[in-house]
């Protein structure tokens, strides 16, 4: 037995040397120290409303009218589709780069045509925006961040309803933003942009600045473009109150004229999840008129209208359904 016991051991040692020669051994020196990698912001706040990868809605304003020199004219309505894409071309905790394109038409409808051979080609054609965008969001550490967008559109006015293709029809604009990032909760920024947003090429400050209070109520803005307080019902569903100005700056197709449009909105908008990333969002707003004049000038100024429309105000809504970014 004892014979038997001593061949067991020899067994089991062997076994035990084998297996602490086959152990693997790690070489900490090969990993990195944990206090050299790098940390950055991110560029949102916690419950901001949801970014639109894609979106596809309809807008249509009620009637109203339109004073000029030659009387006053009734406007049905006024309204089409509006199209947005978005695509990430670059996404990194470094950078990240988005490309977009947009379309916005719309079509005036009266009952009655306007003694203005300008006015007229307006209220019988549609007023089209086909544009390309490139937004750069570029994080410089945790708190620091630097926001670049250059756009260009092509804005058209055609005779038969047609797209145009007109250099004159090119404009180009874009900002450039500097800005910090306390926490998840508030980033501010300052910089400065050129615009159409009321119709004619100015050059502005502006501030972003985007807070979250608590689980329901926020702030988004982007002064002086536009400002919202946000309530977020849950994760699926908020309202946001505020306002946004828009505007561009159109091209008569067979006309040495330009047109500059500028609005005010006044607005209420909720945004609901239906199923998986596709949100419907629902805005109710009132348009108030900031310019709808002719001028004789590719960057008309004052100096240069020829032709000054006063448009009335208009309720007006928005319905579209959009795919969100995750």
Known sequence: MIKYLRVILLLAMSLNLNAQDSTEVFDMSQYGDASDSKSYCTQKVN??????????????NLGFSNSNVNGTEKINSM???RATANV??????KLILSIGANYWGSKIRTSNASSNVNVNQVYTNRMDIVGLNAVLF??????????????????HIGITNNLGASSSALTYYG??????????????GFGVSRTYRLGRPIIVPIILYNKTFNDHWGLETLLPARAHIRYNFSSNSLLMAGYELEGQQFDLQSNNLFLQRGEIKPRLVFE????????MSAQVGYRINGRFNFVNRYNGQDGNEVFVNNWGGSPYFNLSINLVTP
């Open 47 to 60: 419950n901001q409303a949801p970014s639109k990868q894609f979106s596809l809605g309809y807008e249509m």
């Open 79 to 81: 309204g089409g589709i």
């Open 88 to 93: 990430l071309a670059l996404s990194t905790n």
């Open 138 to 155: 570029k994080p410089l550490n945790e708190k620091h961040f630097i926001i670049a967008q250059a756009n260009t559109d092509l804005s």
């Open 175 to 188: 900002s450039a933003i500097f800005g910090w990032k306390k926490n998840d909760y508030r980033m501010l």
């Open 272 to 279: 609901k999840k239906l199923i998986g990333f596709f949100w």
